[in-house]
């Protein structure tokens, strides 16, 4: 395995479990403690934190790639961002018309990152 994958996943997989941890345990403090407004948004968005962090890795990774790898990579996130987007631009058009039920905004990171997986497996078998 390459250094820069290798440095990569470690970065990544830590930054995931530091997610995990804090996200079990903010839901666990949440669920069973009386706490002001202010305290109970605090806690909530920590497990945002290692999720920074995680960005950071995955900007480092994108780095080390050559330049097809990038061009993929940059293709893939492109095409994701604009399709979420317009998916929730299209939503938002049809939620006011139609009684359908809200989506909540912490689907739009999984959606678009799982967008960009498939897209950028579509573009490698294109490209090859």
Known sequence: ???PVKRYLVH???AMLV???LLFGTVSLLNSMELAQWQRGVLAVLPVLPGLYALHAVMVFFHT?????R???????LAAALLTGFACFAYGFIEGAVD???ISMIWVLPVMV???GLISCILRWLYR
């Open 1 to 3: 395995m390459q250094a």
């Open 12 to 14: 990544f997989g830590a």
């Open 19 to 21: 997610y995990m941890l």
């Open 65 to 69: 790639r050559d330049e097809f790898k």
């Open 71 to 77: 061009r993929i990579i940059s293709e893939s996130m």
């Open 100 to 102: 359908l039920p809200e």
């Open 114 to 116: 799982g967008l960009a």
